[in-house]
């Protein structure tokens, strides 16, 4: 059974720092490309990030450029999103997903 | 960026009912097209991709088509835990993008 696991999410303050982790298990983990997308309460999905398959390609939104850092560890099967910086709109859930599954999302929320 | 869209934004329908949500890409996508369905409270799920590809363990009243520009999603019948909201993603370029959504509730 496919399985998709975010943890890290918190309560932060504006210019504070978080780090998720996506954990996946019953696939080849290796094999995929995976991406970060949020959504911010009552709004629509955003892509966020992506990371090719071996971690060698890196793609970001512009609205966190700069801020958000996505990172792999194939060994144990683990997809990372290192977010600095960050602002009241970053307040969302964020999901580890791939056209084929996704995760149950973990909730960051961004006040003072 | 390639921009999505879709229609309609909103739909109300009735169970049984046949019912079609389009999705249009502002350039060619080939086919990298996927479909998923979010209930409520609910993380998104996969129903198609590749365009028309039913991801395994869907209902066959699924069903995607298109190329290029144009693509579209339609439920055969509907089904009362078919009331959501649906998305479509392009994974044809970088970076990814989504449409809006079409919330399909009951009539």
């Known amino acids: 059974e496919v399985q998709v696991l975010e943890s890290g999410g918190d309560l932060v303050q504006p210019g504070g720092s978080l780090r998720l982790s996506c954990v996946g298990s019953?696939?080849?983990?290796?094999?995929?490309?995976i991406s970060w997308v949020r959504q911010a309460p009552g709004k629509g999905l955003e892509w966020v990030s992506a990371i090719s398959s071996d971690g060698a390609s890196t793609y970001y939104a512009d609205s966190v450029k700069g801020r958000f850092t996505i990172s792999r560890d194939n060994s144990i099967n683990t997809l990372y999103l290192r977010m600095s910086s960050l602002r009241a709109e970053d307040t969302a859930v964020y999901y580890c997903?791939?056209?084929?599954?996704w995760g149950q999302g973990t909730v960051v929320t961004v006040s003072s | 960026d390639i921009q999505m869209t879709q229609s309609p934004s909103s739909l109300s329908a009735s169970v049984g009912d046949r019912v079609t949500i389009t999705c249009r890409a502002s350039q060619g996508i080939s086919k990298y097209l996927a479909w998923y369905q979010q209930k409520p409270g609910k993380a998104p799920k996969s129903l198609i991709y590749?365009?028309?590809s039913l991801q395994s363990g869907v209902p066959s009243r699924f069903s995607g088509s298109g190329s290029g520009t144009d693509f579209a999603l339609t439920i055969s019948s509907l089904q009362p835990e078919d009331f959501a909201t649906y998305y479509c993603q392009q994974y044809n370029t970088h970076p990814l993008t989504f449409g809006p959504g079409t919330k399909v509730d009951v009539k």
């Open positions: 997903a791939t056209v084929h599954f």
């Open positions: 590749a365009a028309s």
């Open positions: 019953g696939f080849n983990f290796r094999t995929f490309a």
